[in-house]
């Protein structure tokens, strides 16, 4: 007997549609088709409805001031899979030891509810241990932020050189940045997109695009924001092994168009101007960026306040992505089949994550059932990550899913817990 049968669903995958049936046990799916032999505990219509992939959040910090980590995984994994988020990669703000993994890992273990992994952060003496925890499936890959260090340059192409496996960056040339922020520093409210200005972007982008031409190494550009970066990597993009994340708030928000007084919208890789944003969305159109991530931090506006340089850096964002997205849908600005592609199977592609980001037999039963073109304006109340505020409140959004299934488990519908979900299992990665 499965666990679970979902019937005459429409299946979307980047390639297409396909009304089918689809049946779970153990955790995993298998059977897509018509008609699966024998009956199920549930068995559920899915009728006018579509079925996709959970989405895979590739770009979240789960870290905020005085909160306990096991807790903090708890409140933000609950929140994110209400809305269709159904694993977390988790990136930590500063440098991290194998110790630090283990503990990162551990406080996930005793929160989750949903499939979490991270990545090791580069930046210390731990660099080679750090690698070969890469290297043994421990972590998805190395990630390196290059901003204020100028020792951060060098830091990169050694790794790059010296190690294996993928490699994320998140990247600012040092210098553009230090005179930037002495130009400003008189100032006790400047831009942020003035301190880390867009030619610290493109000229650290310039950096990494001359390393992935000279080897085959992969790269991962966690948050793209400029029109010159993607103006820089465009000629080159079907041949380096070089892919890119953008987020929510490079995609809806800008200079332009929202208030950036004070610390509250203060984020890394910075807001941008409204050609920035609208070159993000062309190259989404254009296939010249892979994934969509959240760069989700859950900061409160109490720990934003205190003016711009007390600030620190980060917005939250994972519980909306999915609905966001589906609302860029409803407008005509996104496929459904390119939302499932950047949210589900280019991310388990690119991060190894075995098991995730598509629906067929063998894979996880990750699997949202939803209703498309259904919107409404996104209200503040209905929010439930720790951070308590959206920057997108106001926005029209789609609806939460109808269901969410988190290894083969319902835990979701219409937006609400269904009981008190389990703790879920570490991702498992390819190497």
Known sequence: MYDLIIRDATIVHSGGRLVADVAVEDGRIVFVGSNPAGPARQDLSGIGRFLIPGCID???RIDAPGADPAALWAAETRAAVTRGVTTFLHRAARPT????????????AAGSVISHGQWAVAGTGADADLAERVAQGGAVGLSLRVSDDAADLDRLRALHAETRGLLGVLAEDPAVVAAARARWAGNPAPLHDDVHPARAALEAAREILSLVRASPRPVHVHQLSTAGELNLYDPFHDDVPLTAGVTPQHLFLSTDT?????????TDPPV?????????????KRSRVEVFSSGHVPLSRAHKAGGYWAAPGGLPGAETLLPLLLGA???GRLGLERLVEMCCEAPA??????????IQVGADADMLLFTEGVTRRLQEGELRSSAGWSPYVGREVGVPPLLVMVGGRVVAQ???LTGEPPLAAPVRYLR
């Open 349 to 358: 592609r690119i991060f190894g994550l075995q098991g995730k980001g598509r």
């Open 58 to 60: 590739g770009d979240v």
């Open 414 to 416: 219409d937006g609400r």
């Open 258 to 266: 929202t208030d950036q007084a004070g610390g509250l919208l203060k």
């Open 272 to 284: 941008r101007p409204e050609l920035d944003r609208r070159a993000l969305w062309a190259a989404i």
């Open 329 to 331: 849908v409803k407008n």
């Open 97 to 108: 030891s194998p110790a630090d993994l283990d503990a990162a890992a551990a406080a996930a």
